[in-house]
């Protein structure tokens, strides 16, 4: 069963790969006192995460901003240096916390995850955003097929 609205969000860590070399974000870290945007995507630099789902809340981060939010993150099933990489190339790791979930147990505490074996990707994040208020979900869109529609920031935004 997956996370709900109103749950609170499962403890775990993410690694993160910087200027400053590799560290751990531990949940607390990223949700104790704050409202937070997260959004998980299958996988960097794969066609919809990299042309549509990221570049809308990239575009979109000083009015998420406006709107309470203190942090907006980014988590994928791929290594740290992956996220790092994408979060440059796109830019998007200037105003976005690109979080790996190298091994997939974030997505799978969760329960937000999807099996792509089929297209050699493995068990992976689902397409989902959510807003958490100091470690409660206060909104949760899981995308059930490819289109980024209540995972979108156009939705979230709907939602603060």
């Not at 996988?43 to 709107?67: K, M, S, V, W």
């Not at 147990?105 to 329960?111: K, V």
């Amino acid at each position: 069963m997956s996370i709900q609205q109103g749950d609170q969000v499962p403890a775990g860590a993410f690694k993160v790969f910087g200027s400053d070399g590799m560290h751990e974000v531990t949940t607390d870290e990223l949700f104790a006192g704050k409202k937070v945007v997260l959004f998980g995507v299958p996988g960097a630099f794969t066609p919809t995460c990299n042309d549509t789902h990221l570049p809308g809340f990239q575009t979109q981060a000083d009015t998420l901003r406006e709107r309470g939010v203190d942090t907006i993150a980014c988590m994928a099933v791929n290594d740290p240096f992956v996220m790092a990489a994408w979060g440059r190339h796109t830019g998007a790791g200037e105003f976005i916390q690109m979080l790996s979930d190298g091994n997939g147990e974030y997505a799978t505490s969760l329960g937000l995850t999807l099996d792509l074996s089929a297209v050699h990707m493995g068990e992976r994040s689902a397409r989902f955003a959510m807003v958490v208020d100091d470690g409660t979900v206060t909104y949760l869109g899981r995308e059930l097929g490819r289109d980024v529609t209540v995972s979108g920031v156009d939705a979230v935004l709907e939602h603060l």
